[in-house]
């Protein structure tokens, strides 16, 4: 079972006033398997985790470490971090204009695997898990993201998390900007890969209302750069109550 280690991490980005510190001593040790919530107000610095976590050229690690079973995962690139089975869900996907779904998704198994995958599985695995997402089949053949609704973005996300099988996978605000419906083909989609793939899961939200979806196993409270407070789902009922003033205050 793989285990992603991150220890006393701090973490600054280049701005126009030189270095500003964003993390300020992370510690998280997520086990495969395993689903853990990060919870945290706005500008508290979550996506600056996942994109230090997924290679991010614009975030500098000033110290602390971050390790996949003991591999040095800050020295990857951000290759190697995939292939290694990191996964990236981006809180704001990217448009790739002239690549298909389809394209794209072939490629990026083929790069992973070192060869490409078998034609009738690829298919069927494709059209499979196309369909528990509740994707038109003719999303296939559109390009990557172009034109795509929130929820679609979303959608093609789990679809690569079903097809690529990584160890570990941030999600970051994958909640955002989904109505009811999608939401919970979203979370059932998480759920089903980890059942089958024993995936562990980073998921990181500013609201509980995935959480009645995808049960954490772990809920962290994530302030100013680092974890406040750590327990388990109910946790994230109190959030729901109290929100994070209580969190601030301490911290003003
Ligand atoms: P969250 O995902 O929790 O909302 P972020 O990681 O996006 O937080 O941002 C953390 C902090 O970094 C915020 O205070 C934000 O304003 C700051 N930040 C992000 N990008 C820049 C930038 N280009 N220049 C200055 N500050 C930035
Ligand atoms: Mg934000
Ligand atoms: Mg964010």
Known sequence: MATLTIK???????TDQ?????????????????IHAIMGPNGSG???LAYTIAGHPRYTVDSGSIELDGENVLEMSVDE??????FLAMQYPVEIPGV?????????????DGEAPPVRTWIKDLRGSMDAMQMDKTFAERNVNEGFSGGEKKRHEIVQLELLK???AVLDETDSGLDVDALKVVSEGVNRVKESTGLGVLLITHY??????ITPDFVHVFVDGKIAEEGGPELADRLEDEGYVRYQQATA
Do not use: C, M, W
């Open 208 to 213: 509980t209302r995935i959480l009645r979806y």
């Open 100 to 112: 298909t779904v389809s394209n794209f998704l072939r490629t990026a198994k083929t790069a992973l």
């Open 81 to 86: 971090r995939a292939k290694a089975g990191l």
């Open 46 to 48: 979550k996506s600056t």
């Open 166 to 168: 990584p160890k570990f």
């Open 8 to 14: 006393d991490l701090h973490v600054s980005i280049e």
């Open 18 to 34: 030189g270095p500003k510190p964003i993390l300020r001593g992370v510690d998280l040790t997520i086990n495969q398997g395993e």
